[in-house]
Each structure stands twice: as C-alpha cells, then as structure tokens.
C-alpha cells in the first residue's frame, strides 16, 4: 500500500502552504466530496476530464488531512468525517463508471464495476470492524490512495475496463489479506 510505505511524506512539503490555508479541515473534505460528484457526472460522458476531476477531488482529500495536522486541528469527528465522506466519493465513482461502461453497452464492464465497488467498500469495512475489536489492520495490496491513482488512469487513458479489472482483483485480494490477518492474530 502506498500510504503504508509513504505514510504522511507530503506533509512536510505542503506545510508552509497548509499553514496559510484558513479553511477548516471539514470544508475541504467537503469541497473534495462536492469535486467527486461532479467528476461522477461528467464520467460517463467524457471518461477522460471526469478522471481529471477525479485527481483533483483526491488532491483536496489529501489536503484536508494535512492542513489539520498542521495547523492542529485534527478532531476525532473529523477524521470520522473525511473516513465517511471517502466511502461516498469511492461509490460515486464506481456508480458513475457503471453508468459509462452501461452507456458503451458493456454489461461485462458494469459488472466487474459493481464488483469493485463492493470490495472497496469491504475493505474499508473490515478494517473498522477489525480496529473495533481492537486489531490494528492496515494490511494489505489496496487502499484508496492506489484506487484514486488506477481510476483516474484508467478514466483518463481510456483504459479503464483493464483497469476495472486489476482494481477488482486487487480490492477482493486486499479483503481476504485482511481477513486472514485477523485470523492470525487470534491463533
């Protein structure tokens, strides 16, 4: 996972721009959501500037988390915000890729979509559900930072059918990664 490897790299580097930044936190992960949604629309019609907005709604998603470190103003709610609100912008993408490759007539491409998404949404979930019983799992092939990158690829290439599929093999491989992790620290 690149947010394993790399951790907070780019808070250092964007620190003397997040110090002049008077923007809540909260905003610009709301900012980020709004971006996401209308990168959702324009997808299915232009794949291409939809997966530039889509960069552009992660970039403020990664901004949000440095400015509150910071500038010291990480909450617990906020770190529960932008968690939530990320699991909206991932499923607002996969929605609206649906849409394209259903528009193209590709019902292989919707499904392996919806797919993805689910597993997305496992991996998030699996994680919590570990974390809730008080095992740390941050284990794994793919996390949303690498999501964001191959759609966003995927969308701006053109590429995204090959894309879709690496990211749904990736996302079901990350869920059972994780579960057997749990499992491990049981035995």
């Not at 780019?10 to 003397?16: A, G, I, M, S, V």
């Not at 997808?43 to 291409?48: C, E, K, T, Y």
């Not at 597993?119 to 974390?131: D, K």
Request: hydrophobic share 50%; with cysteine; net charge positive.
């Amino acid at each position: 996972m690149l947010s394993a490897k790399l951790g907070h790299i780019l808070d250092k580097p964007l620190e003397p721009i997040a110090k002049k930044i008077n923007i809540h936190p909260n905003v610009l992960t709301i900012t980020g959501l709004v971006i996401t949604i209308i990168a959702s629309a324009v997808i299915p019609f232009h794949l291409a500037i939809g997966g530039l907005l889509i960069i552009l709604g992660g970039f403020f998603d990664m901004l949000d988390g440095v400015v509150a470190r910071t500038n010291r103003m990480n909450t617990r709610f906020g770190a529960f915000l932008d968690s939530t609100i990320d699991r909206y912008c991932d499923s607002i993408i996969f929605i609206s890729i649906a849409w394209y490759f259903f528009n193209e007539g590709n019902l292989y491409g919707v499904l392996l979509t919806t797919g993805a998404m689910v597993g997305a949404l496992l991996i998030s979930y699996v994680r919590a559900r570990a974390e809730g019983l008080g095992i740390e799992c941050k284990v794994g092939l793919m996390e949303r930072p690498e999501r964001i990158v191959l759609l966003s690829f995927g969308c701006i290439s053109g590429l995204i059918l090959y894309v879709m599929a690496i990211v749904f093999l990736l996302n079901h491989m990350t869920v059972f990664q994780r579960i057997i992790h749990v499992y491990k620290s049981e035995v």
